[in-house]
């Protein structure tokens, strides 16, 4: 296995903080000659990495240097804010003023009447100095001072914020979350104007030393949970995070699970509405997916919309999406139970034409669902790796070729080949796309099952599968608690006039 692949620790008492004072604690020389050529050697001289040297006027050190990479800072804002200030107008200030600073002061100068950015602070170890310049800060360094100044210069290429790709929004806001982590606070900051608001950030991958931060509305998210949040990340011993999937077999409580405990959205409107319900949500830099926890198994039907619509057609379409989920789940395996064992419960003129359809075909149904359900996943993945504006085109034409060639090769039935059809287009209707993938892949045991026992089998398999949901844990919180325990003396909230909450937990 290779080594940047997260795994559990052998040991999960054992914390790994992957702070980078681990690698080398040292303090700064007064030198700038040493100090840039340790920097090069430290940063392997890469090309994009600038060293723009300049000088000060006296009384001031006459050497001074601005480190930063050019794929990572914003160059507008360090030739125009830093490099004019620090160059140009420390020349003005000390002809302006008697009281000259001294040859020791001259970093606390800079900072103190020459930088014009809201954000900077001083450095005084290695592991500090080259963190600040690997994630696109400058560095000023001044010759005779063993300390450096950090200027957040953070910028370079990233994309804009653009409509969700994988979440559509039929209401709403069209904005999602980009691969920018300051862009995607700052987006659920604009709709969440409020000092319980709480972002904590810090640093995950031994490799990579990816900004991770955890959001929390304080008085409403339970104060266990975020704990167990933190300690769960701190003591994720992984070389390498660059995406939020990295994360999620961390959080989980249970991993030996088909069904997702952990929720994910690019939706800064989602990551709202959950955090003020209670929830805990996580971002990491470098991906737009935000992971929301805890997580139980009715979240995964609700969308940003529902908030949005009236109460009755919210209903309604959840409704819906519960029907549909079971449609995908339990439609091939109930079509193949009653053609195969139980003949007598379906209707016999339905039972005549389905006879008459199946004469000639060589395979049993179980083999004949099966055949039709690869094929159709077999389209459905190459309609996803096509390019875009081939991909719909093919999978419409390739499953309407394919379904007509098999039904008159007399390999399936124009029954089969409904019932496929039906559960594929079920299985779109659900919101979250792990628990449709989820389905899809446990729709195979449900149909293994109906082959073999009938109905008692597929009785027996949505036993198992209910049994093991109600197991499940996220964060603590059991899976099923939207359903479970059902309390039928529990007094009902009361309410005042037309007042309630904007958004309700789940």
């Known amino acids: 296995m290779p080594s940047w692949i997260p795994t559990k620790p052998n040991n999960p008492d054992q914390r790994n903080t992957n702070d980078p004072a681990d690698l080398e604690d040292s303090c700064l020389d007064a030198s700038l000659d040493a100090m840039l050529n340790r920097i090069q050697d430290k940063l392997g001289s890469s090309s994009d990495l600038i060293v723009r040297k300049f000088k000060l006027p006296a009384p001031l050190p006459s050497n001074a240097a601005a480190i930063y990479f050019g794929t990572l800072t914003d160059r507008q804002t360090v030739n125009e804010i830093i490099m004019t200030s620090v160059m140009n107008e420390s020349a003005e200030w000390l002809t302006n003023h008697a009281d000259r600073p001294s040859q020791d002061d001259s970093l606390t100068f800079l900072y103190e009447h020459l930088l014009k950015i809201g954000e900077a602070s001083f450095i005084?170890?290695?592991?500090?100095?080259?963190?600040?310049?690997?994630?696109?800060?400058?560095?000023?360094?001044?010759?005779?001072?063993?300390?450096?100044?950090?200027?957040?210069?953070?910028?370079g290429a990233m994309r804009d914020v653009a409509e969700p790709s994988t979440q559509v929004a039929i209401r709403g806001p069209k904005d999602g979350f980009n691969e920018s982590l300051i862009t995607n606070i700052a987006l659920v900051r604009r709709r969440i104007k409020n000092p319980d608001l709480i972002i904590e950030t810090f640093k995950l991958g031994k490799t990579t030393q990816t900004n991770i931060s955890i959001l929390h509305m304080q008085g409403k998210a339970d104060p266990s949970i975020v704990q167990e949040v933190k300690t769960r990340l701190l003591d994720a011993d992984m070389e390498v995070v660059l995406e939020s999937g990295f994360l999620e077999k961390w959080l989980e409580d249970q991993t030996a699970t088909i069904f997702p405990t952990i929720y994910n959205t690019e939706r800064p409107d989602a990551v709202s509405m959950y955090l003020l319900s209670g929830k805990v949500a996580v971002l990491v830099d470098g991906t737009p997916f935000a992971l929301i926890v805890p997580t139980v198994f009715s979240q995964f039907f609700y969308t940003p919309e529902d908030y949005y619509d009236r109460v009755d057609i919210r209903v309604f379409l959840r409704s819906l999406r519960y029907i549909t989920f079971f449609i995908s789940l339990l439609l091939p395996s109930l079509y193949i139970a009653a053609i195969t064992f139980h003949q007598d419960m379906i209707p016999t003129t339905f039972l005549i034409h389905t006879a008459a359809a199946r004469e000639g075909i060589p395979f049993p149904a179980f083999v004949e669902a099966s055949l039709m359900e690869l094929s159709f996943e077999v389209l459905r993945e190459a309609g996803v790796r096509m390019p875009r504006a081939l991909g719909p085109a093919i999978s419409i034409v390739g499953a309407l070729v394919l379904g007509q060639a098999a039904v008159q090769a007399g390999i399936v039935s124009t029954a089969m080949l409904i019932v496929v059809s039906i559960t594929g287009i079920a299985s779109f209707a659900t919101p979250a796309y792990n628990l449709a993938i989820a389905v899809r892949l446990i729709r195979l045991l449900f149909m293994i099952m109906a082959a073999t026992l009938g109905f008692y089998g597929i009785v027996i398999t949505l036993i198992v599968m209910l049994a093991h949901l109600s197991s499940l844990r996220s964060i603590g919180v059991p899976y099923l608690s939207s359903f479970t325990p059902f309390r039928s003396g529990a007094p009902k909230k009361a309410r005042s006039g037309r007042k309630a909450s904007a958004v309700k937990p789940n």
């Open 124 to 155: 005084a170890d290695w592991p500090s100095l080259i963190m600040s310049i690997l994630s696109g800060k400058t560095a000023i360094l001044v010759d005779g001072c063993d300390q450096a100044i950090s200027c957040c210069t953070v910028g």
